[in-house]
């Protein structure tokens, strides 16, 4: 079965984001999957923090799982919410602030997700964002 989101149009998307944080000033880590999680690209920006890649990677797997953008889970996952705890349940798989973002065909399937890592969670999102802005599905 072919994917959701072609490799042509996840480099797109990463080719938007790179722009974008380029303009805030943070290199970042970027990851777009398939509407099953699965990674078709990834670019881990010069002098980007290490630890976003697993981070990008997860926020984007995140968001498809959830069919949401992760920083619409943050108040779902507080403590005395419903999802309180849900990331624990996954092996660590799951992120839960903001920097994922859901890719939409035009007909609104969802194709994948971008996720984003290395600068604040409103840097991510802004970032991810530009990528999702520059999805042609």
């Known amino acids: 079965m072919p994917r959701n989101i072609t490799l042509a149009q996840a480099e797109a998307v ?15 880590n970027i990851a777009v999957v398939d509407d099953g999680g699965n990674l078709v690209a990834f670019a881990a920006m010069d002098d980007t923090k290490l630890i976003g890649e697993n981070i990008s990677q997860r926020k984007a797997l995140t968001a498809v799982l959830f069919q949401m953008d992760t920083r619409d889970l943050v108040p779902l996952v507080q403590p005395g919410a419903a999802l309180y705890g849900i990331e624990s349940t996954s092996d660590g798989r799951l992120v839960v602030f903001a920097g994922g973002v859901l890719l939409r065909s035009a007909d609104g399937q969802v194709a994948g997700a971008v996720g984003v890592s290395a600068g604040t969670v409103d840097e991510d999102h802004q970032v991810a964002e530009a990528g999702r802005r520059a999805y042609a599905g």
Do not use: H, L, T
């Not at 990463?14 to 970042?28: D, F, H």
């Open 14 to 28: 990463i080719e938007a984001c790179k722009a974008e944080a380029v303009s805030v000033g943070q290199p970042m």
